[in-house]
Structure formats: C-alpha cells, structure tokens
C-alpha cells in the first residue's frame, strides 16, 4: 500500500508539473502578439526625417521606443549616434508613419559630415517578438551635418525701375519676405538688388527683370553658407 501510495503521489506531480508547463508555454506563445518591423526611413527636402514602423500582430502596442540614429554606412546599430528617440503607439496589422523635425535633433555632438538616418525600433528590446532582426531601417539618402551659418536673411533688397530706387510695401526689414511695388506702365524692366547679411550665403534671383503690364512676380532665394537652410523673398510688381 505504502509502494502505491509513492507511486500515486509521483504521478499526481507529474500531471501537475505537465499542466504547468503547458500554460507556460502558452504564456509564451502569446507574447508574440507584436511583431514590429522598421519599414522605411525618408529624408525630406527641409531634412526633417519620415520613418515608418509596422505591426504585423494581432495586439497594438503603446509607446515603442524608436531611436533616430546617424550612420557612416547603410547598416545601422546601436552603436551608431542617436540625435532622437520617439515612442510610437501603433495598433494591429497596421503601418504607423511618424515624422522628426530637423530641429529636433540633438547634433551637438555630432562632427560635421554626411550620414545615413536610420531607425532602432525597441534596442533595449522590452517587447518580446518572433524576430529580432527586422527592427532596423536606413535612408537612402544622406544628411549633411555642418556648423557653418544658417543665417538665409537679406541685409537689403532694393528695387529700380531704371531711374532710381522703387518703394518696396512694407519697407525692407530682413524678417519680411513678401512685398509689393508699383511702376508706371511705361517701365519694361526692373532691376533687383539684394545683399545677403552673412557674406557666405549666395543669393539668386536678382539682375535685370522684363515686366509687363498686371502683376509681375519674382523670388529672390537666399541659401545659407551651411548649405542647408533657405529663404525665399517675394516681390510683386
């Protein structure tokens, strides 16, 4: 009785022991749930940085940590420089699109140069997924990075009609950028002066212009020695 008893006993932990690990397994199972992809990093035109991540499982998940990091080559690690880190909500099966403003970028300990933008979807890897190593995503094109002025303002903008200056409306101040004038209807040409405040930005759109009679618009473009930042100053004649 005593040996069956033992025997009991030792089957009764086993068949506990075999339900345990099935719900552990289970457990497991199921935090596979969120399967989180690094689809696609885009350099916009004004530089700021579009990354898409998708969720192909069956559960959303709130607050995914996304680093943006700059890279010397296509392939991205946690090695790489972080400027940003997002955290993005994205629900089941579907593609969440996010944007990063170029302001937003911590470069202060970044050298001046040109790098690829990549993503690092969950590094610190908090959420549990089938796959690990479709969490990152490059840019095709590169960021350039330079300490150089991004001052883009004009010191002056004149205009003449040929006989002298033309009143601009409002008059000239470097944080304006759009004006009129008027000139008599016998004017064919005017001519546009512009002088950048920093001595590196080069400026376009100015010299010699042939108008006609009803409104005549011009841009003058100011870029900045740094390459990068731009403004655009308007005249209508």
Known sequence: MQTRRIILGLFSVLLVFSLASCDLLNQILNLSTVEVQAESVTLND???????????????????????????????????????????????????????????????????????????????????????????????????????????????????????????????DPAATSYTASVANSVSSVTINAVPTDSGATVSGTGVHDISVGNNVFEVTVTAPNGVTREIYTITV
């Open 46 to 172: 004004d530089n700021s940085i579009a990354f898409r991540i998708y969720n192909a499982g069956s559960e959303s998940i709130a607050d995914i940590e996304v680093w943006v990091l700059l890279s010397d080559d296509i392939i991205i690690d946690k090695n790489d420089d972080r400027v940003a880190t997002v955290f993005v909500t994205i629900g089941s099966e579907l593609t969440q699109s996010t944007i990063v403003e170029f302001g937003d970028l911590d470069l202060t300990e970044i050298p001046d140069g040109s790098y690829y933008v990549g993503i690092y979807v969950d590094p610190n890897n908090l959420v549990v997924e089938t796959s690990e190593t479709n969490n990152t995503a490059a840019s095709q094109s590169r960021l350039v990075i330079s300490t150089m002025s991004n001052d883009a303002t004009l010191a002056s903008l004149v205009l003449d009609d040929g006989t002298g200056p033309i009143a601009l409306t409002p008059a000239f």
